[in-house]
């Protein structure tokens, strides 16, 4: 058994004492206790504060482990069905003799040092009746307080084993003054609304069925609060999410002690899983991390393991463009997009990117109502074809882009006519579209075959090709595979044909961007980012609906992820639409020779202030300063690790009379002792900044007493450079 690996890293060790093992799984502030009694039932202890001495989680009273006669298993790191348990299992089983019951027991546990900031802790349970075992894991990230947890189901009965639940994760929370979740729902254009409210007894169930796009109705992003509500700087508060792209299910229950359990994986709805002796069954990580100071820090806790360790390409860099899609929609010609190429050099960005319209010709793709699966150059549009507009880009400077929806197909389609096989589809039934298309199907590998040749190639045929925007616009109706035998398999194995389809393009193609859009935030979550460079939040992109999804995503994902376009929704100014776009990946689509003088004078310098100040933004410390829900203001603030620099953006959000910063805001992450000076930036032309440039503050005056950046309705954006002398 490895001790305790040094400072720099998390601490996991075994305590030995009367009867009992104890696991103590230990990040910089917090810990996670397992202990296994001398029947060998393994339960969760603690998940708090860690304490400074590993030795006292032996001294734990019993009566804050589990009290009262019917607790059984009450607080098992790993609940089971049929036997002990009277409350929501984390795995229910059907062994290969029938018998519903499982029972699972500690048998043993290691730690693996992964690096001097990530470990990984194995523990084996097993029933002592059936030949069948559980390895749960948890992988931990000290410097950053993260857990990602997963679990590994194997038997080795004499005949198969039916899974009916298959969670990721059980967790186990104690809190004197109850817990408050925090959870949100939506829709298209609607994306992230959020929804707080007390816990109360009973089972909470926060799910998706939709198959693919499964966040659109509901996202798998939730908090809970301990004791009381937290706010951005106070209060115990828990993030968790599933990485997985699929139907999810999160399970909320209160018991009759007041304890909560919090129970996540894979949604067994429609999907109870065949496992065949010695085969493995691993589910997607549940990922989770817990601050004791409030949402801010959960925040940035996310954020800096997102970027160090999940994203694609977490510390590099962007592309910002020019889309076409708001200038022409489907109706666009090689000489029309010759044109936008142009505009895309005189605007400044790197990059311009063709949308949705540019094949298909037995049905050509003029609307959303045909042509989709025919990958091929609508030749009427591009009768030179897609190589024409990439050399077309080179010549003007900047790179070329392009749309896809390769997991879909339109009845009226060359595709759909010759396979019809390869569409998810009951075949007796009433085909049910949504947005007139039907999802193909990836458990078949031929369909991921296709679906990898589509990208592959755009690729091979364009080797010079820079973007995709992969798009998914469509929920699964009438879940039917005409190739997999088992249909209960078929939500799990359309899943594992997507990823494959993906491991398979980032093997060959590891470093081009692409763009995880789903019709807005349908499909967000930290499985998909794995393979994706940014994410599109929402097909609203008014600017004062997007400052509010886009504050709401920030407590889970970084502002590198957050791909953000300048368009003609809404009615604020270019300057109000621009500096929104700003806090994430800026990108435009709008038309370039509809903006007016000031106005494009404008775009193009904003462009090129962005370029100066995007690596703060990018990798920079997120800090919520002025919430939009609560106030007239928004206010938005990004510091660098060495708190020399920082970026605080300020908006007006209701323009009733007398609304603005009336007050100073108080500024965070600062180094108190530095001395700053506070400029303007993205100063429409022909107007004046009220910011005196030549004061110089204290991070301590900055942090204590505030800053106020004079939004009023006059001065509705405000963009803040602040620099340490």
């Known amino acids: 058994m490895k001790q305790f690996i040094p400072a720099a890293l998390l601490m996991i060790c075994t305590l030995q004492s009367v009867g009992q093992t104890i696991i103590p799984i230990e990040t910089r502030h917090n810990a996670l206790v397992l202990q296994a009694d001398a ?15 590993t030795e006292e989680y032996a001294h734990i009273p019993a009566a804050y482990k589990q009290a009262g006669d019917y607790t059984g298993s009450l607080n098992a790191a790993y609940a089971t069905s049929g036997s002990k348990s009277l409350f929501e299992p984390a795995i229910s089983v059907s062994h290969a003799d029938g018998n519903n019951s499982l029972d699972l027991r500690y048998v043993s546990h290691h730690v693996t040092k992964v690096d001097d900031d990530v470990s990984l802790t194995t523990v084996l349970l097993k029933d002592p009746v059936y030949d069948f075992q559980v390895t749960l894991y948890y992988k931990t990230y000290f ?155 959960a925040s940035r806790n996310m954020h800096n393991w997102a970027r160090q360790y999940k994203l694609l390409d977490g510390k590099g860099t962007r592309l910002t463009l020019l889309n076409n899609w708001e200038a022409t929609y489907f109706d666009f010609s090689e000489s029309k997009l010759f044109e936008l190429l142009k505009d895309t050099k005189k605007l400044g960005v790197d990059m311009f990117l063709l949308d949705d319209g540019w094949f298909a010709n037995k049905y050509p793709r003029n609307g959303d109502v045909a042509g989709l699966g025919d990958w091929e150059e609508n030749k009427a549009k591009l009768p030179n074809g897609i190589s024409s507009l990439v050399r077309e880009a080179q010549a003007n400077g900047v790179k070329f882009g392009i749309w896809i929806e390769p997991e879909m197909v339109n009845p009226k389609s060359n595709l759909y006519e010759k396979h019809p096989d390869w569409v998810i589809r009951q075949p007796k039934r009433e085909e049910y579209y949504f947005r007139n298309q039907l999802v193909l199907d990836l458990s078949n590998p031929k369909v991921q075959d296709f679906v990898f040749g589509v990208v592959n190639d755009l690729l091979t045929k364009n080797p010079e090709l820079a973007y995709i925007k992969w798009d998914c616009n469509a929920v699964i109706y009438n879940a039917y595979s005409a190739t997999l035998g088992n249909q209960d398999h078929f939500y799990i194995e359309y899943m594992r044909g997507l990823y494959k389809v993906l491991e398979r393009i980032r093997s060959k193609y590891p470093a081009v961007p692409m763009m995880l859009c789903s019709g807005g935030g ?73 903006l007016n003088g000031n106005d494009l004078n404008y775009v193009q310098q904003a462009v090129k202030t962005y370029n100066n ?16 829900t609560e106030s007239s203001l928004a206010s938005m603030l990004y510091v660098n690790s060495a708190k020399t620099s920082a970026v605080m953006f300020n908006f007006l959000v209701n323009n009733r009379y007398d609304q603005g910063s009336k007050f100073p805001v108080r500024l965070k992450g600062l180094d108190p002792a530095k001395h700053y000076r506070i400029k303007e930036l993205n100063v429409y032309p022909g107007t004046s900044s009220t910011i005196d440039p030549a004061k110089t503050y204290t991070g301590e005056f900055l942090m204590t007493i505030g800053f106020n950046p004079h939004v009023n309705t006059g001065r509705t954006s405000v963009i803040l450079e602040i620099e340490s002398n």
Do not use: C
């Open 143 to 297: 410097r950053d307080d993260v857990v990602e947890q997963w679990s590994i189901v194997k038997h080795r009965e004499k005949g198969n084993v039916l899974l009916h639940k298959y969670a990721s994760a059980n967790l186990y929370l104690k809190a004197d003054g109850g817990f408050w979740l925090t959870q949100y729902h939506g829709d298209w254009a609607k994306e992230m609304q959020p929804e707080e409210s007390k816990v109360t007894h009973g089972i909470k169930t926060l799910d998706s069925k939709l198959g693919t796009r499964t966040n659109l109705f509901m996202p798998s992003v939730f908090m809970v609060s301990l004791n009381k509500p937290a706010t951005e700087d106070e209060g115990t508060v828990l993030y968790g999410s599933l990485e997985y792209s699929g139907n999810f299910r999160t399970d909320l229950e209160l018991d009759y002690q007041d304890n909560l359990k919090i129970i996540s994986g894979i949604n067994n709805y429609a999907s109870v899983y065949t496992l065949k002796p010695n085969e493995e069954f691993e589910t997607p990580a549940f990922l989770y991390t817990l601050s004791s100071t409030g949402k801010g820090t």
């Open 613 to 628: 100040i995007k690596s703060i933004i990018w990798q920079g410390d997120q800090y919520r300063l002025a919430n939009p």
């Open 522 to 594: 349908g499909r967000v979550d930290y499985a998909a980012l794995k393979y994706f460079t940014e994410f599109w939040p929402s097909d609203n992109t008014d600017p004062l609906e997007r400052i509010f999804i886009q504050w709401q995503n920030s407590y889970f994902y970084p502002a590198i992820t957050s791909s953000n376009h300048v368009t003609d929704w809404g009615k604020q100014p270019i300057k109000f639409r621009t500096d929104v776009a700003m806090m994430g990946k800026l990108g435009f689509d709008i038309v370039i020779k509809h």
């Open 39 to 53: 029947k060998r039932n393994l339960a969760t202890i603690y998940f708090g504060r860690k304490l400074s001495g």
